[in-house]
């Protein structure tokens, strides 16, 4: 069964900083991977997709990579600011599971001005 | 809006009771997924429509739970003899079709005393 973690559970930085959060899952047979943003009471703002057959992804400030063989993603954010906060999610598309993501249970991110 | 919307946004029901939770999808996207988001954790999967049918309802913790979507286009989620357990946010995402991104509407917060 696939699982997926995510460190660090939490995360405080100041205003500037490049940072990166980390995603790992157990099962290498994904279809995709997608970062999520989710700020508090809120629903899931789709951050960056990356297929089983891509490497990487950039939007912005953001960059995400996908190794999908040793099971492990990163999102890559730049010059990070205040409004970044949030918590950040990854989930994965396994293949053998049917067409239902598998969540990690994010990492809540702190930008302090 | 074009977003995924979802209602109510808040629910709030005696233990024992019936609810029903709406889903509005993305005009044109064939698929639908609903997905219970407890506090602190990511969401888990409940049921998957691809069309009017349900593709995978694996993740249905019991059968209190049932979803339907008739038309293909608009979802309810139905939630019988309701229990303190259930209590949490209720989230609904739709795609064009199964392995593409998926967008995700507000969420429906339920609380049951």
């Known amino acids: 069964k696939q699982e997926v973690t995510q460190i660090p559970a939490a995360l405080s930085v100041p205003e500037g900083e490049n940072l990166v959060l980390n995603c790992s899952f157990t099962?290498?047979?994904?279809?995709?991977l997608q970062w999520f943003r989710q700020d508090p009471g809120k629903g899931l703002t789709s951050l960056l997709l990356?297929?089983?057959?891509?490497r990487e992804q950039t939007s912005g400030r953001l960059n995400a990579s996908l190794d999908k063989s040793s099971g492990r993603s990163t999102l890559y954010i730049a010059a990070s600011q205040p409004g970044d906060s949030a918590t950040y999610l990854c989930?994965?598309?396994?293949?053998?599971?049917?067409?239902?993501?598998?969540f990690g249970p994010g990492t809540r991110l702190s930008v302090l001005p | 809006g074009a977003g995924v919307s979802q209602t109510p946004s808040n629910k709030v029901t005696e233990k024992g009771k019936y609810v029903e939770l709406r889903c509005d999808p993305i005009?044109?996207?064939?698929?639908l997924y609903w997905y219970r988001q407890s506090l602190g954790q990511g969401p888990e999967f409940l049921i998957y429509?691809?069309?009017?049918?349900?593709?995978?309802d694996s993740g249905l913790p019991n059968d209190r739970f049932f979803a339907v979507r008739p038309e293909g286009s608009v979802s309810t989620l139905k939630i019988q003899r309701t229990e303190r357990g259930d209590s949490a946010v209720y989230l609904c995402?739709?795609?064009?079709?199964?392995?593409?991104?998926?967008?995700f509407g507000p969420g429906t917060r339920l609380t049951v005393l």
């Open positions: 099962d290498s047979a994904i279809y995709n």
């Open positions: 990356i297929q089983s057959s891509q």
């Open positions: 995402a739709s795609s064009f079709s199964g392995n593409n991104e998926q967008f």
């Open positions: 005009s044109g996207h064939t698929a």
């Open positions: 989930a994965v598309r396994p293949v053998d599971y049917g067409q239902n993501f598998v």
């Open positions: 429509f691809q069309g009017t049918g349900a593709a995978d």
